[in-house]
């Protein structure tokens, strides 16, 4: 199959990784990809991994800071025009298939090219972004527009591929039906792991012999609480030998390394700052526990099916979005988001319970091969559903 993979992601994040490792499965299925992207984000592939995971793109904040959001939307809107024509340009020089496209905010050039030539569109979603704008970043100045435009998208697909079954409650109240919409989670890439030293070299390598190591990677954020851990790694109930590693960086890091040492904890809490993203199979490996102390409410982390594929006790919240991943007691202990000590007492649990933590990492283990959460695995179902897009367009024709 021919494929015309569109986005318009500039950073080097999380976002990236979902781009790159989708891309380099369909193509290691033998399928031809032609990715069309913002130019300060060139395409991207598997083999081409020269960024540091966590780079972000400043000119971009920069630009929404100093604009009023309105024009800021506006031009978000009309860069749809933009990469229209750059799409247009892509499609007559390769002749598609199908248009896959990583569903942004006021970003319709999918959808314009998919009317002009008849062919699938195959939607991947990955937030509900009218609702998260308008709980963050200042709002949205022009909330119909961007209603509007969110609505046209996702009812103009084929098919629309939330990463979580909430997530797919958001598309259902814009009046796409269940049968064009289809959850395929965030996934990992097996080999990517496969590679990883065993706990004991990975803890040797980094000091950590001897230590029971809790472990979060990602950007961190103050609403992912690792300001509770640190607070507790303060109490009776953690033990002393216990140390906290953050694989990555984030907006909180100095008030957390604050934190650390007005409770005498500096020399147990380390950050490893952006790292390669080759490396933080090597960090995880050293994880006895892996955190997940809270999530956005639709979102499928990626740092979730790392801890899984690496087979590691987790501590997560018992949300809707991650029981459709996660079982208590078999691949992860779970507590109440909304109980006020449920976190800290699931961290004393399972620092005490050398058994459990064993049982949940082989759980986690085996959960990636039961749901099939891997890039391979999603790649088959997209090139599955536009097929069946597209002998659905020959009948109807």
């Given at each position: 199959?021919?494929?015309?993979?569109?986005?318009?992601?500039?950073?080097?994040?999380?976002?990236?990784?979902?781009?790159?490792?989708?891309?380099?499965?369909?193509?290691?299925?033998?399928?031809?990809?032609?990715?069309?992207?913002?130019?300060?984000?060139?395409?991207?592939?598997?083999?081409?991994?020269?960024?540091?995971?966590?780079?972000?793109?400043?000119?971009?904040?920069?630009?929404?800071?100093?604009?009023?959001?309105?024009?800021?939307?506006?031009?978000?809107?009309?860069?749809?025009?933009?990469?229209?024509?750059?799409?247009?340009?892509?499609?007559?020089?390769?002749?598609?298939?199908?248009?896959?496209?990583?569903?942004?905010?006021?970003?319709?050039?999918?959808?314009?090219?998919?009317?002009?030539?008849?062919?699938?569109?195959?939607?991947?979603?990955?937030?509900?972004?009218?609702?998260?704008?308008?709980?963050?970043?200042?709002?949205?100045?022009?909330?119909?527009?961007?209603?509007?435009?969110?609505?046209?998208?996702?009812?103009?697909?084929?098919?629309?591929?939330?990463?979580?079954?909430?997530?797919?409650?958001?598309?259902?109240?814009?009046?796409?039906?269940?049968?064009?919409?289809?959850?395929?989670?965030?996934?990992?890439?097996?080999?990517h792991f496969a590679v990883s030293p065993s706990p004991t070299f990975a803890k040797a390598q980094r000091g950590l012999t001897g230590k029971l190591v809790l472990g979060f990677t990602g950007f961190v954020r103050e609403w992912h609480g690792v300001d509770r851990v640190i607070r507790w790694m303060a109490t009776p109930a953690a033990p002393s030998h216990l140390h906290l590693v953050i694989v990555g960086d984030g907006p909180v890091r100095a008030d957390l390394e604050a934190q650390a040492r007005q409770l005498n904890l500096s020399e147990r809490v380390r950050f490893t700052g952006v790292i390669h993203r080759d490396q933080v199979p090597d960090w995880v490996a050293a994880f006895d526990i892996a955190l997940q102390p809270a999530v956005v409410p639709y979102a499928s982390p990626l740092k979730l099916m790392e801890y899984l594929v690496m087979g590691k006790a987790i501590i997560a919240p018992r949300t809707p979005n991650l029981l459709e991943v996660l079982n208590d007691n078999e691949n992860a202990l779970m507590f109440d988001a909304d109980a006020p000590t449920g976190f800290e007492e699931a961290l004393s649990r399972l620092c005490a319970d050398d058994a459990l933590r064993e049982k949940l990492g082989a759980g986690a283990y085996a959960t990636i091969e039961k749901l099939d959460l891997t890039w391979d695995g999603n790649a088959r179902r997209v090139v599955g559903l536009a097929n069946r897009s597209i002998v659905a367009a020959a009948v109807a024709r």
């Amino acid at each position: 199959m021919k494929i015309l993979y569109h986005h318009r992601t500039a950073s080097k994040d999380g976002q990236a990784v979902h781009i790159e490792e989708m891309i380099a499965a369909l193509r290691a299925q033998g399928h031809e990809v032609r990715v069309v992207s913002p130019m300060v984000a060139p395409a991207v592939s598997h083999a081409s991994n020269a960024g540091q995971m966590g780079d972000n793109v400043g000119w971009v904040h920069r630009l929404r800071s100093a604009l009023p959001n309105a024009l800021y939307e506006l031009l978000e809107l009309a860069y749809s025009l933009v990469a229209y024509r750059r799409l247009a340009q892509a499609a007559k020089a390769f002749q598609p298939d199908m248009i896959y496209e990583r569903y942004n905010l006021y970003l319709l050039a999918g959808v314009f090219l998919k009317r002009r030539l008849n062919i699938p569109l195959l939607l991947e979603v990955n937030a509900p972004l009218v609702f998260e704008r308008s709980q963050h970043s200042g709002g949205l100045a022009l909330p119909r527009l961007a209603r509007w435009a969110e609505g046209l998208a996702w009812r103009s697909a084929d098919v629309v591929l939330p990463v979580t079954q909430v997530l797919a409650s958001h598309v259902k109240e814009y009046g796409v039906p269940d049968e064009r919409i289809a959850v395929i989670p965030n996934g990992i890439n097996r080999a990517h792991f496969a590679v990883s030293p065993s706990p004991t070299f990975a803890k040797a390598q980094r000091g950590l012999t001897g230590k029971l190591v809790l472990g979060f990677t990602g950007f961190v954020r103050e609403w992912h609480g690792v300001d509770r851990v640190i607070r507790w790694m303060a109490t009776p109930a953690a033990p002393s030998h216990l140390h906290l590693v953050i694989v990555g960086d984030g907006p909180v890091r100095a008030d957390l390394e604050a934190q650390a040492r007005q409770l005498n904890l500096s020399e147990r809490v380390r950050f490893t700052g952006v790292i390669h993203r080759d490396q933080v199979p090597d960090w995880v490996a050293a994880f006895d526990i892996a955190l997940q102390p809270a999530v956005v409410p639709y979102a499928s982390p990626l740092k979730l099916m790392e801890y899984l594929v690496m087979g590691k006790a987790i501590i997560a919240p018992r949300t809707p979005n991650l029981l459709e991943v996660l079982n208590d007691n078999e691949n992860a202990l779970m507590f109440d988001a909304d109980a006020p000590t449920g976190f800290e007492e699931a961290l004393s649990r399972l620092c005490a319970d050398d058994a459990l933590r064993e049982k949940l990492g082989a759980g986690a283990y085996a959960t990636i091969e039961k749901l099939d959460l891997t890039w391979d695995g999603n790649a088959r179902r997209v090139v599955g559903l536009a097929n069946r897009s597209i002998v659905a367009a020959a009948v109807a024709r």
